[in-house]
């Protein structure tokens, strides 16, 4: 692996991809080649690391992990799509991503996304659906959400951002 050299988990290679794109995506003066071969390589880990996870959750007896049927294209299509937007504030934390900045503008296009609004925190997220699995609203604030997953912040335009690691 000569990108996501010793990158253990699915919520791991997110962020180190995340990272990379950030550095590298055409859209942000990266060259097409190594974006190409960052997005290689992110599939085939993505593939092992996702069987050894859902190998983990079959063999869990307490039920608390969970298998993923998430796919790597689906996570660098979202991110792909937030690079292009000008003025948002995007946060990886654990799996999720949380969308603040200037969103309003972006509305119909956050949604497009898939997408969606959180009243309570005023911030749009992302997550990957699993079938199955349960989700309940939690009353967690975003600094104890942060506590607890760690997070990276990426903010401004697709041309002219700025990276911020928190707890990471």
């Not at 692996?1 to 990266?30: C, I, Q, W």
């Not at 689906?74 to 934390?93: P, S, W």
Request: aromatic share 10%; net charge positive.
């Amino acid at each position: 692996m000569k990108f996501f050299a010793g990158v253990t988990s699915l919520d791991e290679l997110k962020k180190v991809y995340r990272l990379l794109a950030m550095k590298n995506h055409p859209d942000v003066g990266g060259d097409l080649a190594t974006m190409k071969a960052i997005n290689n390589e992110h599939d085939e880990l993505f593939d092992i690391l996702k069987r050894q996870h859902n190998a983990k959750a079959k063999a869990d007896p307490e039920g608390k992990t969970y298998a993923t049927t998430e796919t790597p294209e689906e996570f660098r299509e979202i991110i792909e799509t937030l690079l292009r937007m000008d003025g948002l504030e995007v946060e990886l934390c654990g799996s999720w991503l949380w969308i603040g900045g200037e969103t309003r503008k972006h509305k119909d296009e956050l949604k497009a996304a898939g997408c969606r609004w959180s009243s309570k925190k005023a911030l749009w997220y992302w997550r990957h659906e699993e079938s199955g699995k349960p989700w309940r609203r939690g009353s967690h604030s975003m600094e104890e959400i942060r506590d607890k997953y760690g997070s990276q912040t990426f903010r401004g335009a697709a041309r002219a951002y700025q990276l911020k690691e928190v707890n990471a």
